[in-house]
């Protein structure tokens, strides 16, 4: 991890408060707390959906509304779990409350016009926080990704994500 990796997270979440410097017409954000087991067993996941799915069409974006979360801190998630996608900091909440996002791990997926299409579970490995299945029999993130690529019209559809809850101070485990 060096300076321009933290300045990178830091101007990052500037440039995209700012709406700059986004092409791609579709937008997975990815909320994710670096405290959060559930956000760290989804690393890998995430790291093969960006690869399958990642084009000039669709952009991943991590973004790690933690109040207590420092640049140093989202650059060390980031380079330990491969994150291969921008993350930025949103401790003021202006994404968890523009999305509408409560736990992490919770992704929101929007459309060119900014809408959401998708928000919720990246698929249903979790039954509660602490109880996994032992059989994932629902990949959301991935259907919703796949209609993206084959064209195929959305209507907003949402799930529920298991995860840390999202407060104002940090996240804490859901009850």
């Not at 933290?6 to 700059?20: D, E, P």
Request: aromatic share 10%; glycine share 6%; net charge positive.
């Amino acid at each position: 991890m060096n300076w321009r990796h933290n300045i990178w997270v830091t101007v990052g979440a500037i440039f995209l408060l700012a709406g700059a410097g986004i092409c791609a017409p579709h937008k997975v954000y990815v909320f994710l707390g670096e405290t959060c087991p559930v956000s760290r067993h989804y690393t890998l996941t995430l790291r093969n959906l960006h690869a399958q799915y990642a084009s000039e069409e669709l952009e991943f974006i991590g973004v790690f509304p933690n109040r207590l979360s420092t640049p140093t801190a989202i650059a060390a998630f980031k380079e330990k779990y491969m994150l291969p996608f921008s993350c930025i900091r949103d401790s003021a909440h202006a994404w968890v409350n523009r999305l509408g996002a409560t736990v992490t791990p919770e992704v929101v997926v929007v459309d060119s016009s900014n809408a959401a299409i998708y928000r919720g579970r990246i698929d249903n490995t979790f039954a509660r926080v602490g109880k996994r299945r032992r059989v994932v029999t629902a990949r959301d993130l991935a259907d919703v990704l796949n209609a993206i690529c084959n064209n195929t019209p959305l209507t907003f559809r949402q799930t529920q994500a298991i995860g840390c809850f999202i407060t104002p101070l940090q996240n804490t485990a859901q009850e």
